[in-house]
């Protein structure tokens, strides 16, 4: 197996929540996963220009892809508790998608750390990526009505949120073309970003959240914006995670459940936040995620 990657620092929600968060990658420690990343192979084009910044998605195709076809796509979006991170962190993720057939994309967006933005622009951009994958499709070879979204921890957050939270749009796109993945495959997500009395959350942390939202709580919480007709969900949870607790997806669950959407979560004995990541211990979670995500697609007809 290959040796770790990295090893992150993990904290109370609050914490993660607060001013100046532990990044759940650290670049200083890790250049293999350092910003701007790089990863070979990948296809990079800009999605978007905001607040200065050129936005890019890392698209890595099917072998002996010419963008013919119609194919399934997975767009990941990195964690880091909106302040830091990188879209390398999907890397791995990405090449697997690619081999058995898809389109896989690692997604940039702005940060508080680089781009000083909050929380409901990270979620713009999550929905101009989307967006934009669907409005090349064409010319990318993709399935437009077989996109999923996915991401781990705040990037779970940004692709629930793309796919279930109403308004938050960039001004001058084209809204005719819908930021809504057709599935959704998360990692530790945060998905309750206001008071809920069943996600098994200390309130108080919501209080210390709100400064960092730019936008009421409940307008960036997929939670709260739950209803029929929402895309088929597989959430990946540490039932050990102190930073994203498990109650919060317990409770997402029921209520996609109650709205008649398919939510399977698949919760993990001992295992604390970022256990999935690749590179963690001996990859064991990694492999055993990524193959439950694989059966989770084919179970949809996307992958054979």
């Known amino acids: 197996m290959p040796k770790p990657l990295f090893l992150s620092r993990r904290s109370a929600l609050g914490a993660l929540l607060a001013a100046a968060p532990a990044p759940l990658i650290s670049q200083q420690q890790n250049p ?83 781009h ?33 979204a996915g991401g781990g921890s705040a990037g779970g957050h940004l692709a629930a949120a793309a796919a279930i939270l109403p308004g938050l749009e960039e001004a001058g796109e084209d809204l005719t ?20 009395p069943d996600a098994g959350l200390d309130q108080s942390a919501f209080a210390k959240l709100a400064g ?41 669950a029921r209520k996609m459940a109650a709205a008649g959407n398919r939510c399977e979560l698949e919760g993990y004995d001992g295992q604390t936040h970022g256990f999935f990541n690749y590179g963690r211990g001996n990859n064991e979670y990694f492999e055993k995620t990524l193959k439950r995500a694989d059966q989770f697609l084919v179970s949809l007809g996307w992958l054979k």
């Not at 293999?32 to 936005?55: C, F, I, N, Q, W």
């Not at 073309?177 to 809920?196: D, G, M």
């Not at 307008?219 to 088929?232: E, N, Q």
């Open 32 to 114: 293999r996963l350092s910003y701007p990343p790089d990863m070979a192979g990948a296809r990079a084009e800009v999605y978007k220009t905001a607040g200065g910044a050129d936005l890019k998605l890392w698209m890595f195709m099917p072998e002996g892809d010419k963008g013919s076809g119609r194919r399934p796509a997975i767009v990941f979006f990195f964690g880091g508790g909106w302040t830091s991170g990188s879209p390398k962190q999907f890397e791995q993720h990405c090449r697997h998608f690619a081999s058995r057939g898809m389109v896989a994309i690692a997604a940039d967006y702005r940060v508080a750390s680089r």
């Open 116 to 148: 000083q933005v909050k929380v409901a622009d990270c979620v713009r951009d999550a929905k101009s990526a989307v967006r934009w994958v669907r409005s090349n499709a064409g010319r990318l070879g993709i399935d437009p009505n077989r996109i999923a």
């Open 177 to 196: 073309v819908s930021s809504r993945s057709n599935a959704l495959v998360l990692f530790n997500p945060a998905l309750v970003l206001a008071a809920v």
């Open 212 to 252: 960092r939202l730019g936008t009421e709580p409940e307008a960036v919480s997929p939670y709260h914006h739950v209803k029929r007709g929402a895309p088929p969900t597989i959430i990946f949870h540490g039932k050990a995670d102190t930073t994203v607790p498990y109650g919060t997806v317990e409770a997402f």
